[in-house]
């Protein structure tokens, strides 16, 4: 099934998205030992206090919110691939998605049940929805890695929100031979339907309207990334937001972001925190919520359950109990 261009739109000026990015980490990474009901009410006092919230999130956030990619999860839904492909290389849904397969239609096959599990599927997630409730009557943008489109379904406005490393609701030209991706979700739902045997009928499979080869997920995976009119715009409102809040108490609220692409989030995070003296970090990781020991207070790690932290934050906001 062929994709069509229905028409062209004009491609926005391309934003050079190593402005966002910082490669220096901290020297001094601690875990904070402060007590655990004291760092939620340090970081509750944040929120009710700040002007404006940029909110970091990454796959941490989506697994505390249920959409893990592996053990039981993985097992019970894609077990017919883990025995067709070996164990060796499906051992959860991440590492299959960039596995070699040998056709077309079996690369469908995965991607359009993954996208089926982790993106059409799911409804609003409670975290998530959550979190909106938390910071919707402030001034917001999202910053995520994330690509299963959960901050929308949340009710995040598209306005608010720059997906960085893509969507599983787009394709693209596997060689991104030009700067447009296309919708997909009817495409990958009758695939997931009509899937079988791990493959997909050669029918559905779908090539690229300009050059006529293979298409791909829109995942930030190689140099051939797509970087099409509507990630440029988002790019330019997130530059926006910065600007406008540069003087304002913002608090960037970090979610489930560790040390696999730090520095799309974690590492600028801690660079705009030195460079801002009125901002302030509260950073949530089950396990890699290690903060620079010189942010002193103006920054809280919490190593918790990122669903627990966020319930129980949201329970001393909503309550205006902060201390």
Request: aromatic share 12%; hydrophobic share 35%; net charge negative.
């Amino acid at each position: 099934m062929a994709i069509r261009i229905a028409g062209r739109k004009k491609h926005t000026k391309k934003v050079d998205f190593t402005q966002f990015l910082s490669g220096t980490p901290a020297g001094d990474y601690v875990f904070q030992e402060t007590p655990y009901e004291e760092q939620i009410a340090r970081a509750a006092e944040m929120l009710d206090g700040a002007d404006a919230v940029l909110i970091g999130a990454g796959a941490g956030l989506s697994a505390a919110a249920g959409l893990t990619y592996g053990g039981k999860r993985f097992t019970d839904h894609f077990g017919d691939f883990i025995e067709k492909y070996g164990t060796m290389y499906m051992r959860d849904m991440y590492s299959a998605g960039f596995y070699p397969f040998p056709t077309e239609e079996a690369k469908w096959g995965y991607w359009s049940r993954h996208v089926w599990l982790n993106r059409i599927a799911p409804d609003a997630l409670p975290l998530y929805q959550s979190i909106y409730a938390m910071v919707r009557e402030k001034s917001h943008f999202v910053l995520t890695t994330n690509v299963d489109h959960q901050f929308w379904k949340a009710g995040f406005s598209d306005e608010n929100i720059f997906a960085t490393q893509g969507d599983y609701g787009k394709i693209q030209c596997k060689k991104g031979c030009h700067p447009k991706t296309y919708d997909a979700l009817d495409m990958l739902t009758q695939m997931y339907q009509a899937e079988e045997d791990c493959l997909v009928p050669s029918y559905m499979v779908p090539r690229c309207p300009e050059c006529g080869g293979s298409m791909t997920m829109h995942l930030r995976c190689d140099q051939y990334f797509v970087e099409d009119a509507h990630w440029n715009e988002a790019a330019g409102r997130y530059a926006s937001f910065l600007e406008k809040h540069e003087r304002d108490r913002v608090l960037l609220l970090e979610m489930g972001v560790g040390f696999n692409t730090p520095t799309i989030i974690r590492f600028p995070f801690e660079q705009m925190l030195c460079g801002h003296d009125q901002w302030s970090l509260v950073r949530l990781n089950r396990n890699e919520a290690v903060l620079p020991e010189h942010f002193g207070k103006r920054a809280v790690g919490i190593n918790e359950d990122i669903a627990k932290s966020i319930a129980d934050l949201s329970e001393r906001v909503n309550g205006n109990d902060a201390v």
